[in-house]
Protein backbone atom coordinates (compact mmCIF):
# COMPACT_ATOMS: atom_id res chain seq x y z
CA UNK A 1 0.00 0.00 0.00
CA UNK A 2 1.23 3.54 -0.61
CA UNK A 3 0.82 4.82 2.96
CA UNK A 4 1.11 8.88 1.42
CA UNK A 5 -1.52 8.71 -1.16
CA UNK A 6 -3.84 6.34 0.84
CA UNK A 7 -3.66 9.16 3.68
CA UNK A 8 -3.93 11.87 1.08
CA UNK A 9 -7.23 10.10 -0.37
CA UNK A 10 -9.04 9.88 3.40
CA UNK A 11 -8.21 13.70 3.73
CA UNK A 12 -9.26 14.79 0.52
CA UNK A 13 -12.77 12.91 1.52
CA UNK A 14 -12.77 14.17 4.80
CA UNK A 15 -12.51 17.91 3.55
CA UNK A 16 -15.30 17.18 0.59
CA UNK A 17 -17.70 15.98 3.33
CA UNK A 18 -17.19 18.82 5.79
CA UNK A 19 -15.81 16.80 8.36
CA UNK A 20 -14.60 17.25 11.39
CA UNK A 21 -12.55 13.93 12.43
CA UNK A 22 -10.50 10.79 10.50
CA UNK A 23 -10.23 7.75 12.78
CA UNK A 24 -7.67 5.29 11.44
CA UNK A 25 -7.99 1.76 13.61
CA UNK A 26 -7.12 -1.76 12.99
CA UNK A 27 -10.20 -4.14 12.25
CA UNK A 28 -11.79 -1.19 10.79
CA UNK A 29 -12.11 1.05 7.59
CA UNK A 30 -11.20 4.55 7.71
CA UNK A 31 -13.92 6.37 9.51
CA UNK A 32 -15.09 10.31 10.00
CA UNK A 33 -17.11 12.08 11.83
CA UNK A 34 -19.67 14.86 10.08
CA UNK A 35 -21.88 17.08 11.40
CA UNK A 36 -21.01 15.11 15.34
CA UNK A 37 -21.74 11.81 13.99
CA UNK A 38 -19.36 8.51 12.66
CA UNK A 39 -19.65 7.72 8.90
CA UNK A 40 -17.46 4.79 7.90
CA UNK A 41 -15.75 4.84 4.69
CA UNK A 42 -17.48 1.89 3.37
CA UNK A 43 -15.74 1.57 -0.03
CA UNK A 44 -12.52 1.44 1.66
CA UNK A 45 -10.89 -1.50 2.97
CA UNK A 46 -10.30 -2.11 6.18
CA UNK A 47 -6.86 -1.89 7.82
CA UNK A 48 -4.37 -4.35 9.06
CA UNK A 49 -2.11 -3.48 12.00
CA UNK A 50 0.49 -2.52 9.27
CA UNK A 51 -1.60 -0.57 7.69
CA UNK A 52 -2.11 1.50 10.45
CA UNK A 53 1.59 1.76 11.42
CA UNK A 54 2.49 2.46 8.17
CA UNK A 55 -0.12 5.59 8.31
CA UNK A 56 1.17 7.06 11.06
CA UNK A 57 4.38 6.62 9.98
CA UNK A 58 3.72 9.41 7.50
CA UNK A 59 2.07 11.61 10.30
CA UNK A 60 5.14 11.71 12.26
CA UNK A 61 8.93 12.88 12.32
CA UNK A 62 11.36 10.04 12.97
CA UNK A 63 11.71 11.51 16.76
CA UNK A 64 8.06 11.69 17.15
CA UNK A 65 7.87 7.62 16.03
CA UNK A 66 10.90 6.72 18.37
CA UNK A 67 8.41 8.19 21.30
CA UNK A 68 4.95 6.97 19.99
CA UNK A 69 6.87 3.41 20.11
CA UNK A 70 8.14 3.91 23.38
CA UNK A 71 4.93 5.35 25.03
CA UNK A 72 2.25 4.25 23.49
CA UNK A 73 0.59 7.54 22.90
CA UNK A 74 1.53 10.94 21.18
CA UNK A 75 -0.32 14.13 20.30
CA UNK A 76 0.67 16.04 17.29
CA UNK A 77 0.14 18.72 14.79
CA UNK A 78 0.29 17.96 11.24
CA UNK A 79 0.00 19.94 8.16
CA UNK A 80 -1.18 18.33 4.80
CA UNK A 81 -1.47 20.88 1.55
CA UNK A 82 -2.03 23.51 3.97
CA UNK A 83 -4.33 21.54 6.02
CA UNK A 84 -3.46 21.59 9.54
CA UNK A 85 -4.49 18.66 12.00
CA UNK A 86 -4.45 17.93 15.74
CA UNK A 87 -3.32 14.20 16.12
CA UNK A 88 -3.58 11.85 18.78
CA UNK A 89 -1.42 8.09 18.38
CA UNK A 90 -2.13 5.43 20.69
CA UNK A 91 -1.93 1.70 20.57
CA UNK A 92 -4.85 -0.65 21.15
CA UNK A 93 -5.03 -4.16 21.37
CA UNK A 94 -1.75 -4.56 20.79
CA UNK A 95 -2.07 -2.32 17.16
CA UNK A 96 -1.36 1.55 16.45
CA UNK A 97 -4.66 3.53 16.14
CA UNK A 98 -4.92 7.55 14.93
CA UNK A 99 -7.38 10.23 15.41
CA UNK A 100 -6.85 13.12 13.17
CA UNK A 101 -9.23 16.81 14.21
CA UNK A 102 -9.41 19.22 11.17
CA UNK A 103 -8.20 22.76 12.49
CA UNK A 104 -10.17 25.33 10.15
CA UNK A 105 -7.20 28.07 8.49
CA UNK A 106 -8.58 30.77 9.33
CA UNK A 107 -9.74 31.77 12.95
CA UNK A 108 -13.40 32.70 13.39
CA UNK A 109 -14.67 35.45 15.47
CA UNK A 110 -17.04 34.80 18.27
CA UNK A 111 -20.15 35.85 16.32
CA UNK A 112 -19.37 33.70 13.40
CA UNK A 113 -18.91 30.93 16.07
CA UNK A 114 -22.16 31.78 17.91
CA UNK A 115 -20.89 32.46 20.84
CA UNK A 116 -21.75 35.57 23.03
CA UNK A 117 -20.72 38.93 22.82
CA UNK A 118 -19.99 39.02 26.71
CA UNK A 119 -16.70 36.53 25.79
CA UNK A 120 -14.83 39.53 24.21
CA UNK A 121 -14.91 41.87 27.60
CA UNK A 122 -12.40 39.10 28.93
CA UNK A 123 -10.11 39.86 26.17
CA UNK A 124 -10.11 43.53 27.22
CA UNK A 125 -8.50 42.58 31.11
CA UNK A 126 -5.02 43.54 31.49
CA UNK A 127 -4.93 40.19 34.41
CA UNK A 128 -7.41 37.10 35.55
CA UNK A 129 -7.87 33.59 34.80
CA UNK A 130 -10.38 32.42 32.52
CA UNK A 131 -10.97 29.06 31.53
CA UNK A 132 -12.83 27.49 28.29
CA UNK A 133 -14.85 24.16 29.82
CA UNK A 134 -16.15 21.07 28.58
CA UNK A 135 -15.91 17.55 27.59
CA UNK A 136 -13.57 16.51 24.61
CA UNK A 137 -14.21 17.97 21.32
CA UNK A 138 -16.48 20.61 22.00
CA UNK A 139 -15.22 23.29 20.06
CA UNK A 140 -12.86 24.47 23.01
CA UNK A 141 -9.71 25.19 21.49
CA UNK A 142 -11.83 27.11 18.69
CA UNK A 143 -13.01 29.27 21.25
CA UNK A 144 -9.70 30.38 23.19
CA UNK A 145 -8.26 30.62 19.23
CA UNK A 146 -10.75 33.34 18.59
CA UNK A 147 -10.41 35.38 21.89
CA UNK A 148 -6.56 35.44 21.17
CA UNK A 149 -7.05 36.39 18.23
CA UNK A 150 -8.99 38.93 19.42
CA UNK A 151 -6.97 40.66 21.38
CA UNK A 152 -3.98 40.54 18.15
CA UNK A 153 -6.07 42.14 16.11
CA UNK A 154 -6.84 45.23 19.30
CA UNK A 155 -4.16 45.46 21.48
CA UNK A 156 -0.44 45.69 21.26
CA UNK A 157 0.52 42.88 23.52
CA UNK A 158 3.03 39.96 24.12
CA UNK A 159 0.82 37.02 23.82
CA UNK A 160 2.94 33.32 24.54
CA UNK A 161 0.93 30.53 23.78
CA UNK A 162 2.18 27.09 25.39
CA UNK A 163 0.30 23.86 23.13
CA UNK A 164 0.20 20.13 22.75
CA UNK A 165 0.51 20.42 19.96
CA UNK A 166 0.24 23.87 18.51
CA UNK A 167 -3.18 23.72 17.13
CA UNK A 168 -4.26 27.06 15.40
CA UNK A 169 -1.36 28.76 13.98
CA UNK A 170 -1.42 32.82 14.70
CA UNK A 171 -0.09 35.90 12.17
CA UNK A 172 1.00 38.57 14.74
CA UNK A 173 -1.41 41.48 13.63
CA UNK A 174 -1.27 44.48 16.40
CA UNK A 175 -0.07 41.98 18.82
CA UNK A 176 3.64 39.67 18.94
CA UNK A 177 2.76 35.98 19.43
CA UNK A 178 5.03 33.23 20.36
CA UNK A 179 3.86 29.94 19.97
CA UNK A 180 5.27 26.82 22.04
CA UNK A 181 4.66 23.29 21.49
CA UNK A 182 5.55 20.63 24.36
CA UNK A 183 8.50 18.71 23.60
CA UNK A 184 9.35 20.76 20.81
CA UNK A 185 9.65 24.13 21.97
CA UNK A 186 9.73 23.35 25.73
CA UNK A 187 9.69 20.25 27.27
CA UNK A 188 6.35 20.79 29.47
CA UNK A 189 3.39 22.41 30.27
CA UNK A 190 5.13 23.22 33.25
CA UNK A 191 8.00 24.26 32.62
CA UNK A 192 6.59 26.56 29.32
CA UNK A 193 5.27 28.43 32.05
CA UNK A 194 8.22 28.69 34.56
CA UNK A 195 10.19 30.41 32.06
CA UNK A 196 7.43 32.48 30.37
CA UNK A 197 7.05 34.99 33.43
CA UNK A 198 10.76 36.08 32.41
CA UNK A 199 10.11 37.06 29.00
CA UNK A 200 8.13 40.06 29.44
CA UNK A 201 4.64 38.36 28.29
CA UNK A 202 1.28 40.21 28.92
CA UNK A 203 -0.97 37.36 27.65
CA UNK A 204 -0.73 33.59 28.24
CA UNK A 205 -2.46 30.69 26.44
CA UNK A 206 -2.43 27.12 27.81
CA UNK A 207 -3.70 24.29 25.91
CA UNK A 208 -4.85 22.53 28.77
CA UNK A 209 -4.72 22.36 32.16
CA UNK A 210 -2.69 19.43 33.24
CA UNK A 211 -1.72 18.49 37.17
CA UNK A 212 -1.49 20.54 39.96
CA UNK A 213 1.89 22.05 38.48
CA UNK A 214 0.40 23.80 35.86
CA UNK A 215 -3.09 25.03 37.59
CA UNK A 216 -0.66 26.26 40.22
CA UNK A 217 1.76 28.40 37.84
CA UNK A 218 -1.22 29.51 35.76
CA UNK A 219 -3.31 31.03 38.48
CA UNK A 220 0.02 32.81 40.08
CA UNK A 221 0.15 34.24 36.85
CA UNK A 222 -2.92 35.68 36.87
CA UNK A 223 -2.27 36.77 40.45
CA UNK A 224 1.17 38.74 38.85
CA UNK A 225 -0.48 40.75 36.45
CA UNK A 226 -1.10 38.76 33.44
CA UNK A 227 -4.12 37.58 31.74
CA UNK A 228 -3.75 33.63 31.26
CA UNK A 229 -6.57 31.55 29.11
CA UNK A 230 -6.71 28.46 29.59
CA UNK A 231 -9.25 24.92 28.99
CA UNK A 232 -10.39 22.12 31.15
CA UNK A 233 -12.23 18.80 30.76
CA UNK A 234 -15.11 19.99 32.89
CA UNK A 235 -18.54 20.11 33.01
CA UNK A 236 -19.43 23.51 34.13
CA UNK A 237 -17.97 26.53 36.60
CA UNK A 238 -18.47 24.61 40.05
CA UNK A 239 -17.18 21.35 39.26
CA UNK A 240 -14.32 23.38 37.87
CA UNK A 241 -13.36 25.06 40.36
CA UNK A 242 -13.65 21.88 42.83
CA UNK A 243 -11.29 20.03 40.42
CA UNK A 244 -8.71 22.71 40.58
CA UNK A 245 -8.91 22.87 44.08
CA UNK A 246 -9.07 18.85 44.56
CA UNK A 247 -5.94 18.20 42.59
CA UNK A 248 -3.91 19.97 45.41
CA UNK A 249 -3.36 18.37 48.37
CA UNK A 250 -5.34 19.37 51.58
CA UNK A 251 -2.12 21.34 52.99
CA UNK A 252 -2.75 23.62 50.23
CA UNK A 253 -5.96 23.77 49.35
CA UNK A 254 -6.50 26.86 51.51
CA UNK A 255 -4.10 28.50 49.81
CA UNK A 256 -5.27 27.86 46.10
CA UNK A 257 -8.66 28.75 47.15
CA UNK A 258 -8.11 31.95 48.37
CA UNK A 259 -5.83 32.63 45.21
CA UNK A 260 -8.97 31.34 42.54
CA UNK A 261 -11.03 33.76 44.61
CA UNK A 262 -8.78 36.73 43.39
CA UNK A 263 -8.09 35.80 40.17
CA UNK A 264 -10.57 33.98 38.86
CA UNK A 265 -11.85 36.12 36.03
CA UNK A 266 -14.67 34.00 34.62
CA UNK A 267 -15.46 30.16 33.47
CA UNK A 268 -17.32 29.37 29.90
CA UNK A 269 -19.06 26.22 29.73
CA UNK A 270 -19.83 25.06 26.11
CA UNK A 271 -21.35 21.64 24.33
CA UNK A 272 -21.85 21.67 20.72
CA UNK A 273 -25.62 20.16 19.42
CA UNK A 274 -26.81 19.03 16.53
CA UNK A 275 -28.13 21.84 14.76
CA UNK A 276 -32.11 21.02 13.08
CA UNK A 277 -31.03 22.95 9.99
CA UNK A 278 -27.89 20.45 10.27
CA UNK A 279 -24.45 21.51 11.18
CA UNK A 280 -23.82 22.11 15.06
CA UNK A 281 -24.38 25.05 17.28
CA UNK A 282 -23.04 25.78 20.62
CA UNK A 283 -25.07 25.40 23.95
CA UNK A 284 -22.88 27.39 26.91
CA UNK A 285 -22.88 29.13 30.03
CA UNK A 286 -20.92 31.70 31.47
CA UNK A 287 -19.83 32.18 35.14
CA UNK A 288 -18.22 35.80 35.81
CA UNK A 289 -16.26 35.97 38.73
CA UNK A 290 -17.91 38.51 41.18
CA UNK A 291 -18.18 39.25 45.08
CA UNK A 292 -20.61 36.54 45.49
CA UNK A 293 -18.89 33.97 43.90
CA UNK A 294 -15.78 34.97 45.12
CA UNK A 295 -17.03 34.62 48.79
CA UNK A 296 -18.80 31.01 47.85
CA UNK A 297 -15.21 29.81 46.84
CA UNK A 298 -13.45 30.98 49.66
CA UNK A 299 -16.27 29.51 51.84
CA UNK A 300 -16.05 25.90 50.85
CA UNK A 301 -19.91 26.41 49.00
CA UNK A 302 -19.01 25.82 45.59
CA UNK A 303 -22.23 23.89 45.07
CA UNK A 304 -24.22 27.01 45.34
CA UNK A 305 -22.77 28.45 42.48
CA UNK A 306 -25.17 27.32 40.07
CA UNK A 307 -27.36 29.30 41.84
CA UNK A 308 -25.92 32.59 41.21
CA UNK A 309 -25.57 32.13 38.01
CA UNK A 310 -28.90 31.47 37.37
CA UNK A 311 -30.00 34.86 38.91
CA UNK A 312 -26.71 36.87 37.88
CA UNK A 313 -28.43 37.23 34.29
CA UNK A 314 -28.55 41.39 34.25
CA UNK A 315 -24.33 40.88 35.19
CA UNK A 316 -24.12 38.94 32.03
CA UNK A 317 -23.59 35.64 33.09
CA UNK A 318 -25.54 32.74 31.49
CA UNK A 319 -27.58 29.88 32.59
CA UNK A 320 -27.09 26.76 30.18
CA UNK A 321 -30.61 25.14 31.11
CA UNK A 322 -31.94 28.75 30.15
CA UNK A 323 -29.68 29.08 27.01
CA UNK A 324 -30.83 25.29 25.67
CA UNK A 325 -34.91 26.32 26.41
CA UNK A 326 -33.67 29.35 24.24
CA UNK A 327 -32.09 27.37 21.82
CA UNK A 328 -35.07 25.14 21.38
CA UNK A 329 -37.93 27.81 21.21
CA UNK A 330 -35.88 29.37 18.29
CA UNK A 331 -36.11 25.91 16.43
CA UNK A 332 -32.34 25.90 16.58
CA UNK A 333 -32.12 22.41 18.31
CA UNK A 334 -34.62 19.83 19.17
CA UNK A 335 -35.86 19.00 23.11
CA UNK A 336 -34.25 15.66 23.00
CA UNK A 337 -30.90 17.31 21.94
CA UNK A 338 -31.43 19.87 25.06
CA UNK A 339 -32.25 17.61 27.57
CA UNK A 340 -29.44 15.32 26.80
CA UNK A 341 -26.94 18.24 27.46
CA UNK A 342 -28.50 19.46 30.54
CA UNK A 343 -27.15 18.50 33.86
CA UNK A 344 -30.36 19.49 35.39
CA UNK A 345 -33.30 17.74 33.92
CA UNK A 346 -35.98 19.25 36.17
CA UNK A 347 -34.70 22.52 36.14
CA UNK A 348 -35.12 22.38 33.05
CA UNK A 349 -38.43 20.95 32.47
CA UNK A 350 -39.50 24.40 34.35
CA UNK A 351 -38.23 26.54 31.14
CA UNK A 352 -39.33 24.44 28.15
Known amino acids: MDYKKELSKFIDILVKEGGSDLHLVSGSGPTIRVSGGLVPLLKEKKLTGDDTLGLISILLTPEQKEYFLKTREIDFSYTHEAIRFRGSGYFQQGTAAVALRLVPKNIKTIAELNLPSILETFTEREQGFFLVVGPVGQGKSTTLAALINLINEKRTEHIVTIEDPIEYVFENKRSLIDQREVRIDTRSFE ?99 NKAIANLIREKRTHEINI ?33 RSLNSQALDRLL
Open 308 to 340: VIETGLEEGMIDMNRHLADLVRRGEITVESAYA
Open 191 to 289: SGLRSVVRQDVDVIMIGEMRGIETMSAAVTAAETGHLVFSTLHTNNAAQTIDRIIDAFPPSQQEQIRMQLSSSLAGVFSQRLVPRVSGGLIPAYELMIN
